[in-house]
């Protein structure tokens, strides 16, 4: 089969990226991606300019090739496209909720736009137990939806040295990633345990001047940082699921994390989980895991039920129904 992906891609970077690499790489299905021209850059006109440029490329490229499948990460812009495209094409849409299309967009003035493109998707897939939830509550058909989770970027490390008192953070500034909660904590953490450091790992960071923070902007390559840590920190306001914490959890790296989104029915068990925007639980969590040893092994099993291999199966068991109008869901 041959598949429209619609999607955030390259040089774009983060998890949707990552999500869409890994189901190219490990599907046995043929794909043409659809990513934002390097022209679109203000917020508005990229959504509505990605409509209309992903059309109009979209026709073309349905000239020479036959699409079976158009796939959309996101509700919107890419899921709206993706409901226009099959309906010219005559071809099914899955489309795929990572978090903030649902998180932001669906509690805004976008709601209208998140609910049509729900109503009118052939077979949707969510990242978590926690998306399908919100979906529905949206107008999405239950019998539509399935979960399908994501994989980690990393899978695995050949020498992993975690440095004593070493936190890292990976992700962007934006405020629903809650690093500014974490900055906060990580002051309370210092006064506990002087040795401490935190590396910020990720886009779109100011440089700034903080004791035992090292602010180390975007970085392609994420091993050395996940090598080196004793302790991921993910103090999100709100959450799809994270490829951080999939990641984190195949290296076997011991996790705090707030409890919001997907981020309890992944982690649950296997890291601590503490209230969301709250400096204080999250710097106790922090110093409780730093300071115990046997807590630190005990959370550093390394999971394998999330590989890049089971997200490329399930999406062509989910492809080959969408095309056959059937689709059998599997929890």
């Known amino acids: 089969m041959k598949v429209l992906l619609l999607s955030i891609w390259k040089p774009s970077r983060g998890g949707v990226v990552t999500h869409v690499e890994k189901i190219i790489e490990n599907s046995k299905n043929d ?41 959309a990460h996101y509700a919107f812009p890419q899921g709206f496209l993706g409901f226009l495209l099959s309906k010219i094409l005559g ?7 990572h978090g903030s299309d649902i998180n932001v967009l669906g509690r805004g003035h976008g709601k209208p736009l998140v609910n049509f493109v729900l109503r009118h998707s052939d077979h949707i897939c969510a ?13 999405a058909d239950e019998n539509k939806v399935e979960v399908v989770y994501g994989a980690p970027g990393i899978e695995s490390l050949k020498d992993r040295k975690p440095e004593k ?16 909660i974490l900055l906060d904590a990580f002051k309370m953490v210092r006064e506990k345990i ?29 091993d050395e940082f996940y090598s080196r840590a004793e302790v991921v920190v993910i103090p999100s306001r709100e959450e799809g ?22 981020l309890p029915e992944i982690l649950e068990g296997r890291a601590i ?46 492809y080959t129904k969408a095309k056959d109008g059937s689709l059998e869901f599997f929890l």
């Open 91 to 97: 071809i099914p849409l899955v489309l795929t909720l």
């Open 165 to 180: 008192g070493e936190i890292l953070f990976v992700g962007s500034s934006v405020r629903q990633k809650g690093l500014d």
């Open 127 to 139: 990242v978590s137990e926690y998306l399908k939830r919100e979906a529905v509550r949206l107008g």
């Open 273 to 318: 989980l503490v209230e969301k925007e709250n400096p204080s639980a999250l710097a106790e969590a922090i110093i409780k895991l730093l300071d115990d040893e046997k807590l630190r092994e005990k959370l550093s099993k390394k999971e394998v039920r999330f590989t890049g291999r089971r997200l490329g199966e399930n999406m062509d068991r989910i």
């Open 241 to 262: 699921l994270s490829l951080v914490a999939l990641e984190a959890m195949a290296l076997g790296i011991p996790v705090v994390a707030s409890r919001v989104g997907g």
């Open 31 to 71: 794909f043409i991606v659809i990513g934002y021209p390097k022209a679109l850059n203000l917020p508005v006109f990229r959504a509505f300019g990605y409509i209309i440029y992903g059309f109009f490329r979209a026709v073309i490229l349905s000239g020479r090739n036959k699409f079976d499948i158009v796939h």
């Open 194 to 222: 002087p040795w401490a450091k935190l590396s910020v790992v990720g886009g779109g960071m100011k440089e700034k001047v903080a004791s035992g923070v090292s602010f180390l902007g975007f970085r392609e390559k994420l």
